[in-house]
């Protein structure tokens, strides 16, 4: 029995001596991000950048790996069942913790198979309207809206988008009929509302901005807990009145496999957090409009907690239908 005991020990004993050799050298191999949509968007670039940094400091190459596809799940799928060894990472926008109440079955449990090492950055929502519409106010386009019901349509960057779920929780809020179109992106929906095809718009601030300070949109509000300085003269949806909680923005988020040792995650959350406040990295982002955040693991897993409920009422409440 005793013997048995001793080999037991040694063995754990052995098992530990490993698994802290394996993370005092990591990476010992080449590191994949997973970007689980098309190359060329903000969740692409902010992942090029955070690999480009990485490389230079933890001496192997971080490469992106561009998996589209079913809203992001297809990626997400690949990051969750990869082998828990930080070498397999995931760079996801919002999408990671709305498509568990937007679609019926998604192939990862972000409690289980997904490790938060920390939200890399984020850029808020944004109410505008076409400079021909008459309102200046929110106040105005619900009055307006509802002079008109059914007859006003919004442009969103796409289904199940944060900019689409914050609009359709505003019009939820306001009890507005008030008619969605969805964009395949943020380029389309945006040009739409510019061009004056669709009179009012939901969608992520730094591609707006420019377009508000011309004159050619006119913002409403912004879906922060406080005003930006891009815009000072843009309220929240709060200072504009509009009750609930309407704060939402587009996250750019790190995960490794679920069970990748806390270590690595630590190192790897630390790195990320110099490469994000990078002075060439951290001038990018303004120009993006990405507010470099690289919170810890610990409260970047408080936000999802938060997050995931938020986004499924918001559905509910919408009566959005699942996706099979």
């Not at 080999?7 to 997973?34: E, M, W």
Request: hydrophobic share 45%; with cysteine; glycine share 8%.
């Amino acid at each position: 029995m005793r013997i048995a005991l001793r080999l037991a020990a040694f063995a754990a004993t052995l098992c530990l001596v490993a698994t802290a050799h394996a993370q005092g050298s990591y990476p010992s191999q080449n590191v994949k991000i997973i970007v689980p949509f098309a190359a060329g968007g903000p969740t692409d670039t902010m992942a090029r950048l955070i690999a480009q940094k990485l490389s230079e400091s933890l001496g192997k190459q971080f490469y992106v790996e561009n998996v589209p596809g079913a809203g992001g799940n297809i990626g997400m799928a690949q990051v969750a069942k990869a082998p828990p060894d930080g070498h397999t990472l995931l760079l996801v926008s919002s999408s990671v913790v709305v498509n568990p109440s937007l679609y019926e079955k998604v192939p990862y449990d972000i409690n289980k198979d997904l490790a938060p090492v920390t939200l890399a950055g984020s850029s808020p929502n944004i109410l505008v309207v076409h400079s021909s519409v008459p309102v200046k106010t929110v106040k105005e386009l619900a009055d307006y809206v509802k002079a008109n019901p059914g007859k006003v349509s919004f442009a969103t960057p796409g289904f199940g988008t944060t900019a689409s779920l914050a609009a359709e929780n505003f019009k939820y809020a306001l009890k507005l009929d008030i008619q969605p179109v969805p964009f395949n992106g943020a380029g389309p929906a945006l040009n739409a509302v510019v061009a004056g095809q669709v009179p009012i718009g939901v969608m992520a601030l730094p591609p707006t901005a420019p377009h508000v300070k011309a004159g050619t949109l006119r913002a409403l509000a912004l879906t922060t807990e406080k005003r930006m300085e891009i815009l000072p003269d843009v309220p929240t949806m709060a200072e504009a009145g509009v009750p609930g909680d309407q704060v939402s923005d587009v996250m750019q988020a790190v995960f490794a496999p679920g069970g990748t040792p806390r270590p690595i995650i630590d190192l790897l959350q630390k790195e990320i957090a110099k490469a994000v406040n990078a002075p060439d990295v951290k001038a990018k982002l303004d120009t993006l409009g990405f507010d470099a955040i690289a919170d810890t693991p610990d409260q970047f897993a408080q936000r999802i907690k938060v997050e995931v409920p938020k986004w499924a009422k918001v559905i509910e409440n919408a009566k959005i239908e699942k996706v099979k």
